[in-house]
């Protein structure tokens, strides 16, 4: 009997915890259906910004009580970071290495200026440090899957990341019309224009809607560079998670001997689904996730994306959004524009530019 209520005692208590989740996460899915139907009417929307203005709108109306908390909570970090772990069965470490030797001076200067930028821009406009780094990094790396990886590291409230996600959507839209203009203007050659969208353009949707206006072979060539891009999430959270790590032993959080960066530490710091976006990306180059899988698994990706971003609306507060006002968005046009012109002008200077 004693053995029996024992071993009774760890699934009640998993069953308890999946209760918990369940009302919040449930909800959270049900948007992101929804927001998944007007991606697929709509492909230049995509579902995470619809999912997080219908999760925002219904908790601006109906205020979704305690009882969603637990689940929304669990959508909006653990559900993310799983989305981050299934990007990385979309990469292939050798055409990322081919692809990156010539297109690294431009994708790692406009990384830099973006990422440099937003520091200098966001101060100078009081942006508050979280938003201001969730900007720049959505900016300067790929959007709303950059917030997703670096939001848990900095442990970012809800609030800064729906606002983030927004701003930046508001400026890949403003890109998918303008871009292709600009293009045919200067008039760019299709791997140019390819490499001009796959750097100065965020989320992966949005890259494909611009390039694609100009033309399939720059649409194939963006779709590379903004897959190899996606690689810098890497660096980028390591070394916010070590900045973070930093601050807190600075305020007391941590101890003197627990400041030193050991090897071990250094290990640690690295966040789980990093890990697992390797280990998925070296999988797909071993050739053992099959080619007709990857529409799928992208799809999941971006189905767990709006998941997230649904949870995030959910848990929208309006007061703080008030309260940070303008001047993120202006951070981001600030960026955004920042972004296309280092990426035409290291264009140039390289010999790219043709």
């Known amino acids: 009997m004693t053995v029996a209520a024992s071993s009774a ?7 308890t915890k999946h209760a918990h989740i369940a009302p919040g996460l ?3 899915v049900a948007i992101a259906i929804v927001a998944t139907v007007i991606g ?19 908790a601006i109306v109906v205020k979704p009580g305690a009882k969603l908390a637990p689940g929304l909570k669990f959508a909006s970090t653990f559900v993310l970071q799983c989305s981050v772990v299934i990007l990385g069965t979309q990469l292939s470490i050798g055409t990322a290495a081919r692809v990156g030797l010539s297109s690294l001076p431009v994708m790692l200067g406009t990384l830099v200026i973006c990422l440099t930028a937003a520091y200098v821009y966001g101060r100078a406009l009081g942006v508050a440090r979280d938003l201001k780094t969730l900007i720049g ?3 300067g790396i790929c959007g709303a899957s950059a917030i ?9 409230a809800t609030t800064d990341i729906g606002y983030a996600v927004s701003t930046i959507f508001l400026f890949n839209i403003t890109a998918v019309l303008l871009f292709p203009v600009l293009g045919h203007a200067i008039g760019m050659s299709q791997h140019s224009f390819g490499l001009f969208a796959g750097t100065a353009v965020n989320d992966t949707s949005s890259v494909v809607a611009t390039a694609t206006t100009y033309g399939p072979a ?15 999430i890497i660096p980028i959270c390591v070394g916010l998670a070590w900045l973070t790590d930093r601050r807190k032993g600075a305020t007391g959080a941590a101890t003197e001997s627990s400041r030193r960066m050991s090897p071990r530490r250094a290990v640690r710091l690295v966040p789980w689904f990093l890990i697992g976006f390797v280990v998925a990306a070296l999988i797909n180059t071993a050739g ?18 709006a998941v997230a971003l649904s949870a ?13 006002g303008a001047k993120p968005v202006l951070l981001g046009a600030m960026l955004w524009v920042t972004v296309g012109a280092a990426s035409l002008g290291l264009q140039a200077l390289t010999g790219s530019l043709h």
């Open 9 to 15: 005692i760890p699934a009640n208590q998993t069953v």
């Open 26 to 28: 449930a909800a959270a």
């Open 40 to 58: 697929k009417l709509v492909p230049v929307v995509g579902s995470a910004v619809p999912g997080a203005v219908i999760g925002a709108v219904i």
């Open 137 to 139: 990094v959505g900016t």
């Open 148 to 156: 997703a990886a670096v939001s848990p590291i900095i442990e970012a």
């Open 218 to 232: 720059a649409a194939q060539y963006a779709i590379v560079v903004k897959l190899v891009r996606t690689l810098m």
């Open 288 to 305: 053992l996730i099959p080619v007709s899988s990857h529409g799928a698994l992208s799809d999941v990706s971006l189905f767990f994306v």
């Open 312 to 324: 995030i609306g959910l848990s929208t507060n309006v007061t703080a959004l008030r309260r940070a």
